[in-house]
């Protein structure tokens, strides 16, 4: 079969991106203006000539004409007064009278509107014509306004069209953004473009792609006019006034009153929430919410965590104008509405109910159900509206993220336990749209994964309303040849907990902070540490000299456009293959084992490079702002913060900070002071730990999970390495774990993905313990992670549950081997089929091997010690 017939369009940029056009082609321009059609009308019309083509021009718009009048076109004028009918059939005969091969330029198709009065007929006029166009070899150029017709009508034009692009006007800049190319593909083909002298400049950086959309959006995702339900009535009464007349009634009491109701059917009720909505956000938030809003119902807490963080900052009269420091946010939501929509129409719904009353599935069970989720469907109308989504972004990369309603709101942030699923977003719309909605169905899955569902039972929300909503966020960074990343992402806390010097005040907070992906600071990655910042004393740093280059990042998180797949890779390498600007701010060279800043003149960090932010902390305003924030955020929510960001720095060394989420901090361990023991025998003293991040005092311990360091380091194979989490988890699913205190002692960092750093445990396979502790020996070469901020860490705060590294070895430290090392392993009687594994795993049943003592541990966060003894039980166990 021969290749189609390529053509120029007469506009050699727009060829390139689009790969020419083809014979058969129907070009649906969508334009702001009829000039912006005359502007590529007229290349296109010059361009046949030149090629001696037949070119036709249909005329049946009162609108000035398109095509000055020349010899060589042919022009046909059709009145569409009489009707549907006769129109379509006098341009029928008109096509079928010219024949093949001929080119067409149509006047503006929303003009018929005026006569026929409704958009459909016109979307049926298209799909009569385009096709007989098709047919016969023709090359067609129509018009539609943008923003003036129903999503139902356009969506037909654009599946029966060929080519569908954008045409519109920002201020003085003129924007070309290809939608739908059918049959041809290339990395930047569905990128807005910027259109001057001839030339087509995409869009690479989020930010300013970001400020564009927003600016050029014409519609909201969803025009339901007909429905009595008050989810469309109160945006209809709303919809009657202008932007202006709204800013002016809004404090009236009509017009306050459905704000409110507007307000609880998109937020929420939940007391604080509805304090915050009502103080910051404004009518226009609120519809602005809903026209980017699929479906209906609420958009979850992650989403209303970031707009009410947002708006926060902009309302704010600090000491920094926010207007001109954060980036622009174009996310869409995912109402809750269209979770029970796609529950109940696959047969779902049930399952979900069993789980979620049962609280518990395994991993193989839940395989299963994932698998159930992804072979489900989609209503008509959401496909229509997710499609809309996805040519709004094109080919920006975007995040699917869980937004339940009970996720990240006061008291319970579910951080981690629900799915958060990049989307490189290259390749044709088809293949864009089906990996849109795999990631779609596995965030809705997720919500009864084995993690989350252990999460609400412990937290007592079995039983609670949990919607699943759905955030869709712009990825936010730059494109860097076939590699996307942002230059700087992490998380802050508003309160520093870790103190690893008295000089620093945990009242100005912490970041940790990384380059590229922030997908390295919130998740525990072996062999990687981020860079950790006390707000206060942003230049103190826990490590020294030599030991600086070994705490530090070693992989940046990317999206390759190329694979289109999320990849870590080395930063020596990534370094060598880009021309990173503003390299100098972020990587210091490593010279004999010490660190020193990179030379300007002569900036080579490919070799030696180390990931130290000395620059950016010194010459920019990062950590100015960065304090701003969480000050204003944490006086603003009346409670310490957590927020995870990424950052740009434009080549004036300006800052511009994306929030990208916001939710309550909870503080762990005791609220008042730890009373330690008075004088401990040495046969009753456990171990000492010098550097705990958590406190309190736990409840009486009996049993001790204990995985010896140099044992799982020397004698343990890949094989029951793997194995090892889920036969903890199966201890910890014990009804005695459940009811009784634990403490589990193991090797480097628990939940590490890194087997050979840890056991690979999951929260669900943890979470009944009181106190967890991660054991560093020299001899196995196990490094417990200060894991302060990641999502690891927040499972712990969140749970009550200490968290102690400690360190058998320090001299300073005193540590009972004798007690680890003798006591009879009680693991057989607890779980008798993986006997195999007693050489790896004791659990020493504390009574028995004492002669009915309990083990306790005492930790002091402020102070950073902690103590774990054995004691006489002297009155019931009480928690703390």
């Not at 095509?67 to 059939?89: C, M, N, Q, W, Y």
Request: charged share 25%; net charge negative.
């Amino acid at each position: 079969m021969s290749s189609p017939e390529n053509v120029s369009s007469g506009i050699p940029a727009l060829d390139e991106v689009i790969e020419g056009l083809r014979m058969g082609d129907n070009v649906v321009w969508q334009v702001d203006r009829l000039d912006n059609y005359r502007k590529v009308v007229r290349p296109f019309v010059e361009q046949a000539l030149k090629e001696n083509r037949t070119l036709v021009h249909v005329r049946f718009a009162l609108h000035p004409q398109v095509l000055e009048p020349h010899p060589a076109v042919i022009t046909k004028e059709v009145d569409p007064r009489p009707g549907f009918d006769h129109f379509s059939g006098r341009v029928s005969c008109i096509i079928e009278d010219i024949g093949p091969g001929a080119f067409y330029v149509f006047d503006n198709l929303s003009s018929l509107v005026a006569d026929w009065a409704t958009d459909e007929l016109v979307a049926n006029f298209f799909q009569l014509t385009c096709p007989y166009l098709h047919e016969l070899d023709t090359i067609a150029y129509f018009a539609l306004t943008r923003g003036e017709h129903s999503h139902s009508a356009v969506a037909r034009i654009r599946d029966t069209t060929q080519v569908l692009i954008d045409l519109y006007h920002q201020g003085e800049e003129l924007y070309i953004h290809p939608l739908k190319v059918w049959d041809r593909y290339s990395s930047q083909m569905f990128l807005p473009h910027r259109y001057a002298d001839g030339e087509l400049t995409p869009l690479f950086r989020s930010g300013d792609a970001s400020t564009l959309s927003l600016k050029a959006r014409k519609r909201p995702l969803r025009d339901k006019t007909d429905s009595i339900a008050p989810w469309d009535s109160v945006y209809r009464k709303l919809a009657q006034f202008s932007e202006e007349e709204l800013e002016q009634l809004e404090g009236s009491p009509e017009v306050q009153a459905l704000k409110q109701e507007l307000s609880h059917m998109i937020i929420g009720t939940q007391p604080q929430f509805v304090r915050l909505a009502d103080e910051y956000l404004t009518l226009g938030d609120l519809i602005g919410v809903r026209n980017r809003l699929i479906g209906s119902g609420r958009i979850g807490g992650k989403a209303a965590g970031v707009l009410l963080a947002r708006r926060i900052l902009q309302k704010s009269q600090g000491k920094v104008d926010f207007s001109q420091v954060l980036e622009e946010h174009d996310s869409f939501f995912i109402g809750s509405d269209v979770f029970f929509t796609f529950l109940v129409n696959n047969d779902l719904f049930r399952l979900r109910l069993r789980l979620t009353q049962n609280s518990q599935i395994s991993p193989e069970e839940f395989e299963r159900v994932e698998e159930r989720f992804l072979d489900g469907a989609f209503p008509q109308d959401i496909m229509e509206q997710f499609k809309d989504l996805l040519d709004y972004f094109g080919q920006a990369p975007i995040i699917v993220r869980s937004s339940s309603l009970l996720e990240d709101g006061f008291g319970n942030a579910f951080a981690g336990k629900y799915r958060s699923e990049f989307c490189v977003n290259q390749g044709s719309p088809e293949k864009r749209l089906e990996a849109f909605l795999h990631a779609v169905k596995l965030v809705y899955a997720s919500s009864v994964n084995p993690d989350a569902l252990s999460y609400r039972k412990q937290r007592g929300l079995g039983n609670s309303d949990e919607q699943m909503a759905i955030l869709v966020q712009r990825v936010a960074g730059m494109r860097h040849g076939e590699r996307f990343f942002p230059s700087l992402a992490g998380v802050a806390f508003s309160h520093n907990l870790y103190r690893w010097t008295d000089r620093i005040d945990p009242s100005q907070g912490i970041i940790r902070l990384v380059f590229g992906l922030g997908t390295r600071a919130v998740n525990r990655v072996g062999g990687d540490y981020p860079r950790l910042i006390a707000v206060s004393h942003p230049h103190l740093r826990p490590e020294m000299g030599r030991k600086i280059a070994t705490y530090s990042q070693k992989k940046v998180d990317l999206l390759d456009l190329a694979a289109n797949e999320l990849r870590g890779v080395p930063l020596p390498r990534l370094l060598e293959s880009l021309d990173f600007p503003n390299a100098d701010l972020f990587v210091s060279c490593l010279e004999d084992g010490y660190i020193k800043d990179m030379d300007l003149l002569s900036p080579s960090p490919s070799r030696g490079g180390v990931l130290t932010f000395n620059r950016l902390l010194e010459e920019t305003d990062f950590v100015r702002f960065m304090r701003e924030i969480l000050r204003l955020l944490e006086e603003a929510y009346g409670h310490p913060v957590d927020m995870e960001f990424t950052a740009h720095v434009d080549a004036r060394h300006r800052v511009l900070i994306n929030l990208v989420q916001c939710r309550p901090m909870r503080i762990p361990g005791a609220t008042g002071d730890v009373h330690f023991p008075g004088d401990v025998a040495p046969q009753d003293l456990l171990f000492e730990a010098q550097r705990t991040m958590s406190g309190g005092t736990s409840r009486p311990i009996r049993y001790i999970v204990y995985v010896d360091p140099a044992t799982y380091a020397h004698k343990a194979s890949l094989q029951e390495m793997q194995s090892m989490g889920r036969i903890i988890g199966e201890l910890n699913r014990q009804e005695s774990f459940a009811r009784e205190g634990v403490m589990m002692m193991g090797p480097g960092r628990w939940g590490s993905s890194n087997i050979a750093l840890g056991v690979n445990t999951t929260y669900s396979d943890i979470n009944n313990t009181s106190v967890l502790v991660e054991m560093a020996r020299e001899e196995a070469g196990h490094v417990p992670d200060v894991s302060y901020g990641t999502h690891f860490f927040l499972d712990l705060v969140e749970s009550r549950i200490i968290y102690l590294p400690v360190y058998p070895d320090d001299s300073r430290c005193r540590f009972n081997f004798r007690f680890f090392e003798n006591s009879p392993n009680s693991m057989g009687l607890l779980l008798p089929k993986v006997d195999r594994f007693e050489h790896l795993i004791k659990v020493i049943d504390v009574p028995a091997v004492t002669g009915g003592k309990q083990a306790r541990v005492v930790a002091d966060p402020h102070e950073g010690n902690a103590i774990c003894y054995l004691e006489t039980p002297s009155q019931p166990p009480e928690n703390s």
